[in-house]
């Protein structure tokens, strides 16, 4: 069965200041990768995904995150955030058969102005 | 406008009232599922579909049933609802494939007493 950990439940940084979230994942088969924004009231909506090719992949908003497969891990970055940031952020997997998608715990994370 | 529908968005019910909750996307998308999202452990699929009559069990299947009379029709059904099912309940919906991103819609806050 896959499954995605987030260590990082509650993350609280000033603006400006850089950001980098962990997801280790499970899988056996080969990943494909998904991080979510969830933002205060609101539906998920995709930062950005990976399933093949460069392992560094850019998102909206000035997100990125890298897949390092020696690690299972699809971290998510961001070099300056910002107030709006303030958000609810979670990594998925999904299966080759395309049918689970499974998230970790989420991560919230607040900005301060 | 693509968009996931939810209604209603906000509900409270007694113990063992049954409720259905509606789930509508114009985007004719093959995929549909429903997720609850409880604190601290991110969204759990209860139950999708990859087509029409076409449904299946996710991790969280107990107390619930579902759907899939039309493509664009997804909903929820708890036939005896219980305190534990209180959660936020998300319907998503993506073409087929494992890249594929899923949209959300906005949400549906059940409270059981």
């Known amino acids: 069965a896959q499954s995605v950990s987030q260590h990082n439940h509650h993350v609280i940084l000033s603006e400006a200041a850089s950001l980098e979230l962990g997801c280790n994942y499970s899988y056996g088969g080969t990943v494909n990768l998904f991080w979510y924004v969830q933002y205060p009231g609101q539906h998920l909506q995709l930062l950005l995904k990976y399933f093949s090719g460069d392992p560094l992949v850019k998102g909206i908003k000035g997100f990125e995150a890298e897949f390092i497969k020696s690690k299972f891990s699809f971290n998510l970055r961001k070099p300056s955030v910002q107030w709006s940031d303030t958000a609810e952020y979670f990594c998925?997997?999904?299966?080759?058969?395309?049918?689970?998608?499974?998230f970790g715990g989420g991560t919230r994370l607040m900005v301060k102005p | 406008e693509a968009q996931v529908t939810q209604n209603p968005r906000y509900l409270i019910t007694v113990t063992g009232k049954k409720l259905t909750v509606t789930c509508s996307q114009n985007?004719?998308?093959?995929?549909m599922s429903w997720y609850r999202q409880d604190p601290g452990l991110g969204l759990r699929q209860i139950y999708y579909s990859m087509n029409v009559e076409v449904t299946d069990k996710g991790d969280v299947p107990e107390g619930y049933k579902v759907s899939r009379k039309e493509k664009r029709n997804f909903p929820l059904i708890l036939e005896s609802p219980s305190p534990n099912q209180t959660s936020l309940y998300f319907c998503a919906s993506s073409t087929q494939g494992r890249d594929t991103e899923a949209f959300f819609g906005q949400g549906t806050r059940l409270t059981v007493v």
């Open positions: 998925a997997v999904r299966n080759n058969a395309g049918n689970m998608l499974t």
């Open positions: 985007m004719n998308h093959e995929y």
